[in-house]
């Protein structure tokens, strides 16, 4: 049960628009709960390990008996810190916690420990691609909190009754609310994707969305381009970027469903369900007032000194947007490029792996985006579970520059290393005769024989139709079974057709 800070309008001034749907501008913000990976709660030290039995890692504390109080998790507030580094936003010197009121049958003491008007991680930004396209999305805040317990309604242990499972009361988030940037599906999904990258780079959470300890909630509204923002529904817990793209894209249609058929969309809180593809209303949302925030009075302000914010920078891991700043600046990628090989700390070191290793940066970008993407995508694994290690794929990438090897026959070696055929690049290429075509007479009548059988080819490169001259490189190359060297084929061609 969390609010975006309703500052929606003033916001929106100078914001680019994006692609209309059915002639309407899409206007999208998040608030995501990133569970912090702190082995105890953030006011106890009950577990915080998944999966246990209902109702076993709840101590006192999480049950709210009388005359217990909290204490601050100290890990928990060191990892603040480090998504407030990461992210570039303001660390507070002091910060305040609150009482945040409401009543559900998972909150023992009928009042949640937050952080309101005073949050400990305070602005900040997330860039991003889609596609080749760069975007930033600004952030509010990202403060602390206790986690709820859960509600199981009709748990096959008591069938027709519900109960209360207390394991997650207590369990220390940092809720980071962004400003209404998005404009498409397609961002809101990349955005979600970054800042998962981000949280689980510098560790300060495990990511498993299936286990809850990643869970996204998306406010959504639409309106004609230059009028008032429209009223905004929250889609709750979206634990997936699958049920994240559906769940917006069918919001979106209902919401402009509704505009068109007369209709006023009414605040709310909804959830997706993934059987339907849809969305259904939850409850009226709740604004702040409704939680009749005051400060908290058995937690003192939290101080960060400034001495503890520079301890917790000297330990950080170099960033993903830095890394990828690096790559561009010394191998020479491009952004995109670069974007794409730091998407996890382990593709990136694979990559660097690489090319210590000897391979020529910009093919082994080549690679590890191309044809090592499309295999892990296909196996469903990451490069950590990756067949082909980084120094065989640089002895694969140095045999492509150093001539060795063009591009049909590296493909061959890369999917004898991947079946476990082969393991080393130079005996592969040996067993299979990969190695190029060095004799020059044999290549030489091969030119000559392709040049006799394309006659319609030759006569349209003679014309100025430079594909034409690719066809025959492409004919040369097939006749020599891929061991030809392509650039030295296309001189050869031209010399002859000259």
């Known amino acids: 049960m969390s609010e975006t800070v309703n500052t929606f309008e003033a916001q929106q001034q100078g914001r680019p628009t994006g692609p209309l749907v059915r002639g309407y501008e899409v206007i999208i913000g998040f608030e995501t709960h990133a569970q912090l990976s702190t082995a105890s709660k953030i006011f106890s030290r009950a577990s915080t390990a998944f999966g246990a039995e209902p109702n076993t890692q709840a101590c006192a504390v999480d049950l709210a008996l009388p005359g217990t109080l909290p204490v601050m998790n100290k890990g928990a507030v060191e990892r603040a810190i480090k998504l407030g580094l990461a992210l570039g936003s303001h660390i507070a010197p002091r910060s305040v916690f609150a009482r945040k009121n409401y009543f559900y049958p998972d909150l023992p003491k009928g009042y949640q420990i937050s952080q309101f008007e005073i949050p400990v ?75 998962h990258k981000i949280v689980t780079w510098i560790g300060i959470c495990d990511g498993n969305m299936q286990e809850g300890s ?49 209709r006023k969309i009414e605040q709310a809180t909804v959830l997706f369900d993934p059987d339907t593809g849809e969305t259904r209303a939850m409850r009226a949302k709740e604004d702040s007032a409704d939680y009749r925030y005051f400060p908290d009075p058995d937690l003192p302000p939290l101080v960060i000194a400034a001495d503890w914010i520079e301890r917790v920078k000297a330990e ?24 794409q090989l730091t998407q996890s700390a382990a593709l990136a070191g694979y990559f660097d792996e690489a090319v210590k290793a000897g391979a020529t940066p910009k093919l082994a970008s080549n690679w590890i985006t191309g044809e090592m993407a499309r295999r892990l995508n296909a196996a469903e694994i990451g490069i950590e579970a990756a067949p082909v290690k980084a120094q065989q794929l640089a002895q694969l990438v140095k045999r492509i520059a150093d001539g060795t090897l063009p591009n049909n026959a590296a493909r061959q070696v890369f999917e004898a290393l991947w079946t476990g055929e082969g393991s080393d690049v130079d005996a592969i290429i040996e067993a299979k005769d990969l190695k190029p075509m060095n004799d020059a007479g044999a290549l030489d009548k091969i030119l000559d024989e392709v040049i006799a059988k394309n006659a319609k080819n030759v006569e349209e490169y003679r014309g100025g139709k430079e594909k034409a001259l690719n066809a025959l490189v492409g004919q040369v190359m097939k006749a020599s079974g891929g061991k030809a060297n392509p650039a030295q084929v296309t001189e050869l061609l031209k010399a002859k057709l000259a």
């Open 214 to 262: 990643f869970r996204c909630d998306a406010n959504v509204s639409v309106r004609r381009p230059g009028e008032k923002l429209g009223t905004r529904r929250e889609i709750k817990n979206l634990n997936s970027f699958k049920f994240m793209q559906q769940a917006i894209d069918y919001e979106i249609r209902w919401q402009i469903d509704e505009i068109e058929d007369g």
């Open 121 to 195: 991680v305070q602005g900040g930004a997330v860039s991003f691609f889609v596609g080749e396209e760069q975007k930033t999305v600004r952030l509010v805040r990202a403060h602390l909190e206790e986690d709820a317990g859960k509600s199981l309604h009709e748990h096959e242990d008591f069938v027709g009754q519900s109960g209360i499972d207390l394991n997650r009361a207590g369990t220390p988030l940092l809720e980071i609310v962004t400003e209404p940037d998005m404009r498409s599906t397609a961002e809101a999904v990349a955005y979600a994707k970054e800042l």
């Open 316 to 339: 950080m891991p170099e960033l993903p947007r830095a890394m990828a700043e690096r790559y561009v600046r010394d191998h020479g990628l491009s952004e995109y490029d670069a974007a």
